[in-house]
């Protein structure tokens, strides 16, 4: 069993930058692919990022591509989302997930852990 908890929202101009964390539990988080997804009121709850489970493989949602990095550090059971040039459609709920499996997948019915979510607000 893996728990992950977020962190590193809050509110933030166009333009700017914000650093996602996610803080996980449990023995298995270095066998367990990661992902970041967001979600608007209204709307599906939508992939942004995902990174395998040794960091081999990253895959980013087109919106965010050349924006956002994902990435790890299993000594210390988290992983991070780096978001640069936030724009206002990015505002929304940003979620971590897992899965137990090495391998990234971009829909959110194959993933396992799910935290919380942080909001991140993006003004224009």
């Known amino acids: 069993q893996v728990q992950v908890v977020e962190s590193g929202g809050g509110l933030v101009q166009a333009g700017g930058s914000l650093r996602l964390s996610c803080a996980a539990s449990g023995r298995y988080f270095s066998s367990c692919a990661m992902g970041w997804f967001r979600q608007d009121p209204g709307k599906e709850r939508e992939f942004v990022a995902g990174?395998?489970?040794?960091?081999?493989?990253?895959s980013y949602a087109d919106s965010v591509k050349g924006r956002f990095t994902i990435s790890r550090d299993n000594a210390k059971n988290t992983v991070y989302l780096q978001m640069n040039s936030l724009k206002p459609e990015d505002t929304a709920v940003y979620y971590c997930?897992?899965?137990?499996?090495?391998?990234?997948?971009?829909?959110?019915?194959?993933?396992?852990?799910w935290g919380q979510g942080t909001q991140v607000t993006v003004s224009s």
């Open positions: 997930a897992g899965r137990r499996t090495f391998m990234i997948s971009t829909t959110r019915e194959e993933y396992d852990y």
């Open positions: 990174i395998s489970s040794r960091s081999t493989t990253t």
